[in-house]
């Protein structure tokens, strides 16, 4: 049996997401036909997307603003996340004083933190920057510090025997067995770095951007706006998960074939010669 090209199963996950917001938008429409709600309470879907498509000069550089807010605070909650979880398991001595602090930080509201942020650095980029680190560094710790716990001994104890340093024994066996977790924690934090950038534009901007355009609009009784932004808002979050979801497929192609990728050559490389201390053998 012929194997179905990669991209028929690329095209139906495709045509899957298409028909999951087509529901969406049909529900959407059923929930107004049944509740006979007025369109200042829940605008209609096509008014919502008319307020996108009318401001559509203005709503590209409010969405360049949220959009910017939300990569740089992810990227920098993802790389202080995993080498925070990275030094707590190669020091036990960290992990002990760190982990109690991590957890009680999570527990401080994320709009309590804002205010202090102000205060400390003043109405610019940076106290939103921080906030939507601080959503997604969390979930990238745990995540990484699971996968880092859960490395195979014996693969730790061949890897000595082969005389492999801290360092090779590292990249080699520790960090390919925390790809899987680390991708799962940047997943949770694509989903939610979104809501820091809100949250930092209520609290703590002096620029505008969706979040602060969802305020006004909402202060102005303009519920299409509202909801517009809120698609808007939406399609940003739903974005960066599926971003994360495809470079997780590459870099991980063990998962889903059992040969080499295209990109590799198409063949598995040779593995390298390590020295072996020698083992004489035994004759009985």
Known sequence: ????????????????????????????ELLLLAT??????????????????DNAAMMRGLTFQTVTETF?????????????????????????????ALITSQAV???????????????????????????VFFPVVVNVLDGLASVDQDQ????????????????????PACIGPLFSGLKIGASYAVTGAVIGEWTASAHVGLGTYLLTANA?????????AMLLLTAIGVGSFLIVLVAE???????TQMTAPPWFGGRVPPLPVSPVPHIEKVVT
């Open 72 to 100: 740089y605070g992810y990227i920098c909650g993802a790389v202080i996340g995993f080498l925070l979880a990275v030094i707590m398991a190669q020091i036990p001595i960290v992990h002990r004083l760190l982990y109690p």
């Open 249 to 255: 497929h590459f870099a991980t192609p063990w998962r």
């Open 156 to 175: 730790v104890n061949l890897a000595r025997l082969l005389r492999g340093t801290r360092l090779r024994t590292f990249l080699i066996v520790r960090l």
């Open 220 to 228: 102005q009784m303009n519920t299409a706006g509202v909801y517009g």
């Open 1 to 28: 049996m012929t194997e179905a090209p990669a991209w028929h199963a690329y095209a139906r996950h495709v045509l899957l997401w298409l028909v999951a917001i087509a529901l969406i938008f049909c529900a959407w």
């Open 109 to 135: 509201p994320i709009v309590a933190i804002a205010a202090p942020l102000v205060i400390i650095f003043g109405f610019g980029l940076t106290p939103k920057l921080i906030i939507v680190a601080w959503i």
């Open 36 to 53: 006979g709600l007025p369109a200042y309470v829940i605008p209609t879907p096509g008014a919502a997307l008319g307020v996108l498509r």
